[in-house]
């Protein structure tokens, strides 16, 4: 039910009932139920009494908050694992160079979801190897929020050849122990990202996507 949401086929403003839904997802009502209580809790859906879900959309301005949350503790997230022992900050940045390195082979390839699916990999490894389990979890929803707009304009912005390039600089400071540069690095990722996206999305004049 998440991934039909998070790949739109239960777009912003699709409403459906429990009964509904377990029909298209050959479930039970209990798991769908017990489903829809959760992502209401992380934001993407709102319950209505009798009537099932209503899938919320984002405008600009959730973009921009959630952005905010993400450049916040991304950064934290990369100054822990900078802190961390020289075997675990090893251990972490191989996990972060193998993502980039699977970016990398789908631009090759010019293979955008791909590329996508690499670039999560990456930010999901980030927030997972800086020991902040609460931390972690607040990534993983925020950027589940964020996931349907970043995949609406990936064929609408400009080939991403950069987000490796901000990749390694992310990775050399967690390998060289730097708290600051690291944390620098990955904020300034994000801010790259935001500061191309919100124009798009207002250049396309999309308030609910």
């Given at each position: ?37 959760r992502l209401q809790e992380e934001g993407l859906v ?112 400009p080939l991403p050849t950069a987000s490796a390039i ?44």
């Amino acid at each position: 039910m998440k991934r039909a949401i998070l790949e739109n086929t239960y777009p912003p403003g699709y409403q459906a009932g429990e009964m509904e839904v377990a029909r298209q997802l050959s479930m039970s009502r209990t798991p769908v139920h017990e489903a829809m209580t959760r992502l209401q809790e992380e934001g993407l859906v709102r319950i209505l009494p009798k009537r099932g879900i209503l899938v919320l959309g984002l405008s600009p301005a959730d973009v921009a908050d959630i952005y905010d949350v993400i450049i916040a503790l991304e950064g934290a997230a990369a100054e822990r694992i900078a802190r961390m022992p020289g075997p675990e900050r090893a251990r972490a940045a191989e996990v972060l160079e193998v993502c980039t390195g699977d970016m990398d082979a789908a631009l090759r390839q010019g293979d955008r979801p791909a590329w996508a699916k690499a670039d999560r990999a990456f930010h999901d490894a980030l927030s997972h190897a800086c020991g902040n389990a609460r931390l972690d979890r607040i990534v993983g929803t925020v950027a589940d929020q964020l996931h349907r707009a970043r995949m609406f304009t990936l064929s609408l912005r400009p080939l991403p050849t950069a987000s490796a390039i901000d990749h390694a600089a992310i990775i050399a400071a967690v390998r060289a122990g730097d708290p600051e540069a690291a944390s620098l690095a990955a904020r300034t990722h994000r801010l790259k990202a935001r500061d191309q996206l919100l124009p798009l999305l207002q250049e396309l004049r999309l308030s609910n996507i």
